[in-house]
């Protein structure tokens, strides 16, 4: 899949009048600040200005993908990677990841996507002054426990970087992969599979069955097995949410929440604002076609 391909797909608009879900609408103080900062965390994955350039090295949207966010964790074999990155199906993670440090060094991949995609960033916010967040978000997130959660050690191993701009797409990725690992734990404690887990999440923020847990590479019949899976437990009933269900991912929600309390507490008072200053840099960036418009896209993590 190309740059192009993956745009077609992913830059669309809901309707409107599409209902936002109560994840959305009413979301905690740590699942405002991830959601605010989604958009510029994974500015890597979305602008043209990486994509084309890591293309030069030989790798296309989803080997950019898989071999860019896992290029902090250095060489390691791809059934690890896969373990990281939890919601796919670990045959496809693994496979990309191979053909990407086939195609490129981890480092050299790395190295080629920070400098693009700062570049890339710098330019969609020309006159704004990332500095004061970025250092308040850096300040709070950096400090933030790494145990268990390996894609967010490997990046703040990766160090601050000096230039605003950079450490905010730093920062904000940082914030990102430890929730991310957080709600890797809270999956697990609660005993499902990662396909249970997308399922849940889909329709916790209201997309269609199986939609979102489509494009995570797992087979038909896989997801299935784990629809019916969560008919039969009393969590899913006509292709939506049951009360149990519907309880069962919020007390998913609130223990990967409860991971990322001293972050939130870190920012203080000024959560509301970091939040307010990261979700204008977000909207810059989807107007610059340079991260999906789909408001359930971005809360789907």
């Not at 964790?73 to 990309?96: H, K, N, S, T």
């Not at 700062?118 to 250092?135: C, H, K, M, Q």
């Not at 709600?183 to 396909?195: D, R, S």
Request: aromatic letters at 6%.
């Amino acid at each position: 899949m190309d740059y192009a391909d993956a745009a077609a797909v992913f830059f669309v608009s809901r309707p409107e009048g599409t209902p936002l879900p109560a994840a959305v609408t009413a979301g905690s103080p740590a699942r405002q600040l991830r959601d605010a900062c989604e958009p510029v965390a994974m500015h890597a994955v979305w602008n043209r200005t990486t994509n084309e350039r890591l293309a030069q090295l030989g790798l296309d949207f989803l080997t950019s993908y898989v071999g860019g966010r896992g290029a902090s964790l250095g060489d390691p074999a791809g059934a690890v990677v896969a373990a990281a990155f939890a919601w796919f199906e670990p045959g496809l993670v693994g496979g990309l990841w191979d053909a990407a440090r086939s195609a490129v060094a981890p480092g050299q991949l790395g190295q080629a996507r920070d400098e693009s995609t700062v570049a890339s960033l710098r330019e969609i916010l020309a006159g704004e002054d990332p500095a004061e967040v970025a250092n308040l978000l850096a300040d709070a997130a950096q400090a933030a426990d790494g145990m268990g959660r390996p894609l967010f050690s490997g990046r703040r191993a990766d160090g601050r970087p000096s230039d605003p701009v950079h450490c905010l797409w730093w920062t904000c990725g940082l914030v990102r992969e430890h929730r991310g690992d957080s709600h890797v734990a809270a999956v697990a404690a609660a005993g499902l599979n990662p396909v249970e887990a997308n399922i849940l999440t889909e329709l916790w923020v209201g997309m269609p069955l199986l939609s979102y847990t489509a494009t995570r590479g797992w087979p038909p019949e896989v997801m299935q097995g784990a629809a019916d899976g969560l008919e039969r437990r009393g969590w899913l009933s006509d292709d939506g949410l049951t009360e149990a269900g519907l309880a069962a991912r919020l007390v998913i929600e609130q223990r990967t929440d409860a991971q990322e309390e001293s972050i939130v507490a870190a920012l203080g008072t000024r959560l509301g604002e970091v939040c307010d200053r990261l979700n204008h840099w977000g909207q810059l960036c989807i107007e610059a076609d340079a991260f999906p418009p789909d408001i359930l896209k971005r809360a789907a993590g």
